[in-house]
């Protein structure tokens, strides 16, 4: 969606905050010996306290509040019997609807003990996301995200997944601009919009480049397998710089 007026900001801001919280909360949580479907639960708890939905359930009748995916596992898990373990890790994916407005946040969170390659590409996760924020700019090509995130992943030695995109949000959980890619392309030639809403989230990976679903029709795993993270904020371009939308 594109931003009119500040009561769709604040709604947007209000998502937003809600799905950063449960984010935090969830990641909080996390210990060995507990299983995914327990820590959906948690996530649950908290989106229906604050009257919210979970999108993926709404949108796409998803089995889980949020999406749960561990170590070979790097989005759309599903919440179930899964045992964490020690030295897991673990990515959350939380995306809600509120009063017409969606957000969509996630992070991956590492359970000790954590090994030091581990640490370093959540780090560099992180890293990567902010280089694509940072690229943000009303009126400037969306392709200078992803020319920005894969240029550091290239410094880093990392690959990038290179079929799960960003996209826009807002009214809906996807909408357009559908398909930004986080990686570099050359051919997409479309310009940012003041105003305009959309989510930057990195699947940086230490030898991935695509990713392949399960039989699940839902879990998404790394191909080839190897340690990968996603990061994920959603944002407005504004003249003023992008405003994050997902701050807990």
């Known amino acids: 969606m594109t931003i009119t007026s500040e009561e769709e900001l604040e709604g947007l801001k209000a998502i937003g905050r809600i799905v950063a919280q449960v984010l935090a909360a969830m990641g909080a949580a996390i210990e060995p010996g507990m299983t995914t479907a327990e820590l959906d639960a948690l ?3 908290m989106l229906e306290k604050e009257g919210a939905r979970s999108a993926p359930e709404l949108a796409y009748k998803f ?3 949020t999406c749960i995916s561990v170590n070979e596992e790097i989005a759309h898990g599903i919440p ?3 045992i964490i373990r020690a030295g897991d890790l673990v990515n959350i994916d939380v995306s809600a609807e509120k009063d017409g407005f969606f957000g969509d946040t996630g992070a991956s969170f590492p359970v000790p003990p954590v090994k030091s390659h581990v640490a370093r590409l959540c780090r560099d996760g992180k890293r990567a996301m902010w280089e694509g924020i940072r690229a943000v700019k009303p009126g400037g090509r969306l392709n200078a995200i992803g020319d920005s995130i894969e240029r550091f992943a290239d410094k880093g030695g990392y690959t ?3 079929n799960l995109a960003s996209h826009g949000v807002g009214r809906s959980l996807h909408e357009e601009p559908e398909g930004i890619s986080t990686w570099r392309d050359p051919s997409d030639r479309r310009l940012i919009h003041e ?5 930057i989230e990195p699947f940086l990976s230490m030898g991935g480049d695509f990713a392949a679903e399960l039989d699940d ?3 998404l795993v790394s191909d080839p397998s190897a340690p990968t993270v996603q990061y994920e904020h ?3 371009a504004t003249k003023n710089g992008p405003v994050i939308l997902t701050l807990a």
């Open 80 to 82: 179930g019997t899964r």
């Open 63 to 65: 089995p889980g509040a």
């Open 160 to 162: 990038l997944i290179r």
């Open 217 to 219: 029709g839902w879990t």
């Open 234 to 236: 959603s944002l407005v």
């Open 43 to 45: 996530g649950r708890a």
């Open 195 to 199: 105003g305009q809403v959309f989510t």
